[in-house]
């Protein structure tokens, strides 16, 4: 059917074949009380390659959405026993935000207010019943193009381009967030900056530099506990949050961070590239009570740790 109503090009088919090789990764779920309409619906959206649930009310689509964090797209008949439509969409906002799925009402009513309650209520489009399935194909495949569309742009607002890492916004926003609510007392930060870096620059290129800030990323990766954050701050600093350590615990771990840095050797066409770290630590205290603090606390323990020799922590 696809096939027969656009033009038929090889170019067309690449595209068609890549985008349902796409929509094999998403999963869908429609919710209508009549059985044969949602699986009408279902049929239409497993045609096009995604994975489809389907259920009669809104209890159970909640649970199935509370259930499955996978399912990025609901299909939501406004007509049904119980709860109707437009306070299921309501309710499905509140469980998952616009950029993680999207919402279509729809509704055979010709009542003129409906469409926009459903949008109000945090719908991203409505269809009205009967749809073509030619309509249908393009608003489904429209509302998830734009929630991966989000989903990119999301990715390089907070990742750093060169080490995958968290970028400097997004370890702040986060560890802002995690320092809220964490209930444990022990929260360490600590800046991180390797040293002479410049010297690195220089001697091998800034290319071998750009290699050996992902090793080092790697290596805090390898570093980072599930409950820590890390990210790249700048240049060739870095940040970790460690939380759940104590004091002497949280140096250990830097102090096993530094060894490991200390130990790796980078092969830059023959050359070994190593290099060492210094590390700044702080606790929160009442002295140091928010993420503010702690990292102007940890910033002038690192500056003790370069001006004391370098390749160590101080905390
Ligand atoms: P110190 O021990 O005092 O920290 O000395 P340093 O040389 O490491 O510090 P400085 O701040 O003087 O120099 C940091 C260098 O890091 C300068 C900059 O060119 C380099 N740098 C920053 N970002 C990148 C990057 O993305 N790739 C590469 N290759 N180098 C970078
Ligand atoms: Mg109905
Ligand atoms: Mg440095
Ligand atoms: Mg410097
Ligand atoms: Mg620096």
């Excluded at 796409?22 to 059985?35: F, G, H, Q």
């Excluded at 790796?264 to 210094?278: F, H, K, V, Y």
Aim: aromatic share 6%.
């Amino acid at each position: 059917y696809v096939l027969k109503s656009t033009p038929d090009s090889l170019d067309y088919l690449v595209w068609l074949v890549q985008r349902l090789e796409r929509n094999r990764r998403i999963s869908a779920l429609v919710v209508d009380d009549s059985l044969s309409a949602r699986s009408y619906i279902a049929s239409l959206l497993s045609l096009q390659g995604y994975r489809v649930s389907h259920v009669a009310d809104g209890q159970s689509a909640l649970r199935m959405i509370e259930a499955d964090p996978d399912i990025r797209l609901a299909i939501v008949d406004q007509e049904m026993p119980g709860m109707d439509g437009i306070e299921l969409t309501r309710r499905l906002r509140q469980l998952r935000a616009r950029d993680r799925m999207a919402v279509i009402g729809v509704s055979g009513s010709t009542d003129a207010s409906l469409i926009p309650r459903f949008l109000k209520n945090g719908a991203n489009d409505f269809l009205r019943k009967p749809f073509s399935r030619e309509e249908f194909f393009c608003r489904v495949s429209q509302n998830i193009d734009q929630l991966e569309l989000i989903g990119t742009l999301q990715d390089l607002a907070t990742r750093d381009f060169l080490t995958g890492l968290p970028n400097r916004r997004s370890f702040l926003e986060q560890s802002e967030k995690h320092i809220a609510r964490s209930s444990s007392g022990d929260v360490t930060v600590a800046m991180i900056d390797i040293d002479h870096f410049k010297h690195i620059n220089d001697s091998f290129g800034h290319e071998a530099g750009d290699r050996a800030l992902r090793a080092m990323a790697d290596i805090l990766h390898a570093h980072n506990r599930p409950e820590d954050y890390c990210g790249r701050f700048g240049g060739e600093e870095f940040c970790m949050l460690i939380d759940g350590l104590d004091a002497q615990a949280s140096l250990r771990h830097l102090e096993g961070l530094r060894q490991a840095v200390e130990a790796m050797e980078i092969d830059i066409d023959g050359r070994p590239l190593r290099m060492t770290i210094s590390i700044g630590a702080s606790r929160r205290s009442p002295q140091f009570p928010n993420l503010h603090k702690l990292l102007g606390e940890a910033d002038r323990q690192l500056y003790l740790a370069k001006a004391g020799g370098r390749n160590q922590v101080r905390g």
